[in-house]
C-alpha cells in the first residue's frame, strides 16, 4: 500500500472529525496519528474489498459483452437499443389508450374507459406485464 495515501487518508479523516492530530508537530500526537492512520488502515481495507468485488463485476461485464459480441456482432447494440426505444414508445401509447375509468363502475369495478373491461384490462395487463397474453379486452 502506498505510505502517502495511507497518511492522505488518516489525515482527511481527522480533518473530517475537526481534529488537529496532523497540524501539531512533534513526538507528542503521535499516538493520536497513529490512531488517525488505524482508521485509514479500516477505512482503505473496506476500500479494497469494493474494488475487488468491481474488478470482478468488470470481468464478468467484460466477458458478457465479448459473448455479446460474438453472438450478435459489434455494432448489435446501437440497433437493439433503438428498437427497444421505439417499442417502449409503442408501449407507451397502447397503455395510454387503456386507461382506467376515474370513477368506479356501480358494481364496485374500475373499468378501462377503452375497452370497458375491468382494469387493469387485458390490453394493460398484457402490456405491463402482468399476466395478459392478447388483446381481448
Ligand atoms: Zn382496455
Redesign the pocket.
Known amino acids: 500500500m502506498a505510505e502517502d495515501l495511507r497518511q492522505r487518508y488518516a489525515e482527511a479523516l481527522a480533518d473530517a472529525a475537526n481534529s488537529q492530530t496532523f497540524k501539531k508537530p512533534g513526538p507528542a500526537w503521535d499516538g493520536f496519528r497513529n490512531m488517525w492512520l488505524g482508521y485509514a488502515d479500516a477505512t482503505l481495507a473496506v476500500r479494497d474489498e469494493e474494488l475487488e468485488r468491481l474488478r470482478a463485476e468488470g470481468k464478468r461485464l467484460g466477458y458478457e459483452l465479448e459473448q455479446w459480441h460474438a453472438a450478435y456482432g459489434e455494432k448489435a447494440l446501437p440497433g437493439m437499443l433503438a428498437r427497444l426505444r421505439k417499442a417502449e414508445a409503442a408501449n407507451a401509447r397502447t397503455r395510454a389508450?387503456?386507461p382506467s375509468a376515474e370513477e368506479a363502475h356501480a358494481a364496485g369495478q374500475v373499468l378501462?374507459?377503452?375497452?370497458?373491461?375491468p382494469?387493469?384490462?387485458?390490453?394493460?395487463q398484457a402490456h405491463d406485464d402482468t399476466g395478459g397474453t392478447d388483446?381481448g379486452?
Open positions: 389508450l387503456h378501462c374507459v377503452e375497452c370497458a373491461q382494469a387493469p384490462c387485458r390490453t394493460r388483446h379486452g
